[in-house]
């Protein structure tokens, strides 16, 4: 059977019309071709070869303009067959988004229009003077690249915010998780907007934090690679990888709970790498201290995929302190996500050791484990593969989702009185 391989000697850095690659689909029959590729991918003499590790799609090859000809020729040489495709009728569409479009749920935007559009919606809110919400727009760190990691909490103006318990809401840690800038808009502009939201902000203030990674997440959305490249941040790893794609941390390894206890996460080239030390990247201190926020009652993560909810632990069998409330408070999301759409996968509710597998250093288990928050969830939306971005036409109905699972969460959280 025909092995075949993904490679591409640059990323796409632009989303823009103007396209200076050409894309090749070259097909290796026989040992010595696939080697060839093998090789040709690898090499270092050229600072634009850039490897997939998705071994099994097809034969793509995407050339900039100047290595065209030697590209042509090294095929020939070795008897190798290929062909040019319009690189728009085989990369992904996301690939060509736009950078300066207006935020809607229709496709997916650079970290710095999700935030404009967001804080036009605050303002817009607050320049009604009928409306219940409070909200503050602030800053809660900056990431490696020195891009302001923004956090909205919104609250009523007839509620007094020492006194009310809060939620905090994070999406995108990682980068490569894109459903998640779109729900936390979502989340906002419910609470903002709709009576719904209106009416859980007498029990909670929320804050939101729509994209911790947001340097990661903004390298994937213009990545060639976009389903693999951006999950991690983009701090550069201290022994160097192979290609620059592989550098970062996993911001989701590198919490301060049983940090690199349970996997093999110490190659800095690895998509889960835990760090140098726990606690030692900007993003994972920045959430850490967001975390610490007062009377804080409920932590809600949003990932994806795979429609599940977990609690924690990740690291360990045994139980988190509020086993029984942290169970109750997922099975409510489940039911209220199931009975109200159409899920196309059932949701799972368990631990992240249970469901999925041994992890250590993540968010939510540090929340629990670390800060005794009595409420602490993960949430991967999303049922396909590769979900990890849905594909645009599916953005509505899963930031629906989100919101129906979360109010139905949030409001078992009150109803608990913990
Ligand atoms: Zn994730």
């Not at 779109?182 to 909670?204: R, S, V």
């Not at 701090?235 to 590198?254: A, Q, S, V």
């Amino acid at each position: 059977m025909l092995t075949r391989f993904i490679f591409s000697f640059i990323i796409l850095n632009t989303a823009s019309a103007e396209f200076n690659y050409k894309l090749f689909q070259v097909t290796a029959t026989t040992f010595e071709q696939k080697r060839a590729l093998i090789n040709l991918s690898k090499s270092t003499s050229n600072e634009f070869v850039e490897t997939s590790k998705v071994y099994s799609l097809t034969d793509l090859v995407l050339v900039p303009f100047e290595f065209v000809n030697a590209t042509e020729d090294y095929f020939i040489t070795r008897g190798m067959t290929y062909e040019f495709l319009d690189p728009r009728d085989v990369l992904p569409a996301t690939t060509f988004h736009s950078k300066h479009e207006k935020f809607s749920y229709n496709d997916f935007y650079e970290s710095q229009i999700v935030h404009k559009s967001i804080i036009k919606m605050v303002n817009c809110s607050a320049s009604k003077p009928d409306s219940p919400v409070r909200a503050e727009i602030f800053s809660f760190g900056s990431t490696y690249l020195k891009k302001s990691m923004l956090a909205f909490r919104l609250g009523r103006k007839d509620v007094d915010k020492e006194k009310s318990p809060v939620i905090l809401i994070d999406a995108t840690i990682h980068g490569n998780e894109w459903i998640g800038p779109p729900a936390a808009h979502k989340i906002i502009e419910q609470l903002l907007f709709n009576a719904t939201g209106h009416e859980l902000m007498k029990k909670f203030d929320i804050i939101v934090a729509p994209i911790v990674n947001r340097d990661g997440y903004d390298e994937s959305l213009n990545s060639f690679h976009p389903y693999i490249h951006g999950r991690k941040n983009r701090k550069p790893t201290k022994d160097g990888c192979l290609l620059r794609r592989n550098e970062g941390t996993d911001i989701n390894r590198n919490f301060d709970w049983f940090w690199n206890s349970t996997e093999l996460t110490e190659n800095p080239c690895s998509e889960n790498f835990r760090g140098e030390y726990p606690n030692s990247e900007p993003e994972t201190i920045a959430l850490s201290k967001l975390m610490e926020t007062s009377k804080l009652i409920f932590y809600y993560t949003i990932h994806s995929y795979g429609n599940l909810i977990l609690y924690p632990y990740g690291n360990t069998d045994e139980k988190v302190h509020n086993f029984e409330n942290m169970r109750k408070v997922a099975l409510a999301g489940k039911d209220a996500m199931e009975s109200t759409f159409e899920i196309e996968k059932p949701y799972k509710v368990g631990s992240s050791l249970e469901i999925l597998r041994r992890t250590s250093g993540a968010s939510k288990d540090y929340a629990a484990g670390k800060l005794k928050i009595p409420i602490s969830l993960i949430h991967e939306v999303g049922g396909r593969r590769p979900d990890s971005q849905p594909r645009v036409e599916d953005i509505k109905t899963y930031v629906d989702i989100v919101w129906t699972g979360f109010t139905a969460m949030a409001n078992k959280v009150a109803e608990l009185e913990l």
